[in-house]
C-alpha cells in the first residue's frame, strides 16, 4: 500500500518541472522528494511481496526438498568448487558477464552434485 502510494503521489511531483539534475541531486526539492520516494517505494515493495509468495508459492515440491535437504553442505563446500570453476575458465575469452554466468551455473550445480555425493557416504548426512 505504502509503495502504491509513493508511486502516485510522490514520484509525479518528484519529477514535476525538471530536468535530471533536479531531481538527481544539486540540492533541489525534486531530489529531497525523489529520495523520500525512493526510499518509501522500496520498502512498501519489499513489504508487499511477502504475503504475494506466502499466498501463491507456499509449496515446495520434489526439487525443493532436495535443495533444501542439501542446502548446508552447499553452504560448506562451495567456496572451493566456486575458486576451482573460476580457476578453470579464466583462459576462455568472453565477456566479463558471461563468464560469471557460465561459472555460476556450473559451480552451483557442481556444489549441489559434490553435496549429494558426499551425503551418501555413511554418517555423512548427519554431520552435513
Not at 504475494?52 to 509449496?59: C, L
Not at 560448506?76 to 573460476?86: D, G, N, R, T
Not at 575458465?89 to 563468464?99: D, F, R, S, T, Y
Request: net charge positive; proline share 4%; hydrophobic share 60%.
Amino acid at each position: 500500500m505504502a509503495a502504491m502510494v509513493a508511486m502516485v503521489l510522490l514520484f509525479p511531483v518528484a519529477f514535476f518541472g525538471g530536468l535530471p539534475d533536479k531531481f538527481l541531486g544539486n540540492g533541489q526539492w525534486q531530489s529531497a522528494v525523489y529520495a523520500l520516494w525512493d526510499s518509501i517505494f522500496a520498502v512498501g515493495l519489499c513489504l508487499a511481496v511477502i504475503p504475494f509468495f506466502r499466498r501463491f508459492f507456499n509449496g515446495q515440491g520434489h526439487f525443493g526438498r532436495f535443495l533444501a535437504r542439501h542446502s548446508y553442505a552447499v553452504y560448506i563446500l562451495h567456496s572451493p568448487i566456486i575458486v576451482l570453476v573460476a580457476w578453470t575458465v579464466q583462459g576462455i575469452a568472453v565477456e566479463h558477464l558471461a563468464k560469471f554466468a557460465l561459472v555460476s551455473a556450473i559451480g552451483v550445480s557442481l556444489s549441489f552434485l559434490v553435496a549429494y555425493g558426499l551425503r551418501k557416504v555413511p554418517f555423512a548426512a548427519r554431520i552435513l
